[in-house]
């Protein structure tokens, strides 16, 4: 008899057999729960303009570095990119060095045209591309005093600081 058959017959094997966990799975692992989107956005608004909130509240919910907030129509944005259409150096540096997802945005505002100028010569469209709320990469160089890379843009044709998101 084998140790399967063994358990069956036993009244403890099968209450053995209904707790042994599957091959592969560990009782630690749960479905995530989503963060409460009243705290994404709180964070997304502080990420505009409040440093002490945002290592504050980083602090207390790391992964609430990589949330995002949907204003409406798809407009979403994360607390990182609030900082950059701000021109909020100061955060945007925080959170990159914690981690955050930085965008061909925030680097322009941030003055990166080492990083900048390589991708628009890639991908020559994304100098037209809308950002959260709709504000191009012009506002985010002049926002971040990126002189450099605010003539870049201009020699390529963007005027628009600003695109309506549809």
Same mark, same amino acid.
Do not use: C
């Given at each position: 008899?084998n140790?399967?058959?063994s358990l069956?017959?036993?009244?403890?094997?099968?209450?053995?057999?209904g707790? +042994?966990?599957?091959?592969g799975f560990s009782?630690?692992?749960?479905?995530?729960?989503?963060? #409460?989107m009243?705290? +994404?956005?709180?964070?997304? +608004?502080?990420?505009?303009?409040?440093?002490?909130?945002?290592?504050?509240?980083?602090?207390e919910?790391?992964?609430? %570095?990589?949330?995002?907030?949907?204003?409406?129509?798809?407009?979403?944005?994360?607390?990182? #990119?609030?900082?950059?259409?701000?021109?909020?150096?100061?955060?945007?540096?925080?959170?990159?060095?914690?981690?955050?997802?930085?965008?061909?945005?925030?680097?322009?505002?941030?003055?990166k045209?080492?990083? +900048?100028?390589?991708?628009?010569?890639t991908?020559?469209?994304?100098?037209?591309?809308?950002?959260?709320?709709?504000?191009?990469?012009?506002h985010h160089a002049?926002?971040?005093?990126?002189k450099?890379?605010?003539d870049?843009?201009?020699?390529?044709?963007l005027?628009d600081?600003? %695109?309506?998101?549809?």
């Amino acid at each position: 008899m084998n140790r399967h058959e063994s358990l069956q017959k036993t009244t403890g094997g099968l209450l053995v057999l209904g707790t +042994v966990p599957k091959p592969g799975f560990s009782q630690q692992q749960q479905e995530p729960v989503p963060l #409460e989107m009243k705290l +994404v956005k709180d964070f997304v +608004v502080a990420g505009h303009k409040d440093l002490p909130l945002v290592k504050e509240m980083l602090n207390e919910r790391p992964n609430l %570095i990589y949330s995002s907030y949907d204003w409406g129509s798809g407009d979403f944005e994360n607390a990182i #990119e609030g900082a950059g259409h701000m021109g909020n150096k100061e955060i945007a540096n925080f959170l990159v060095s914690k981690g955050a997802r930085a965008s061909l945005f925030v680097l322009t505002m941030l003055g990166k045209t080492s990083l +900048v100028k390589p991708v628009l010569e890639t991908y020559p469209e994304l100098i037209f591309a809308k950002g959260p709320h709709g504000f191009t990469l012009l506002h985010h160089a002049r926002k971040g005093e990126a002189k450099e890379l605010e003539d870049y843009l201009l020699e390529k044709g963007l005027k628009d600081t600003f %695109i309506k998101i549809k």
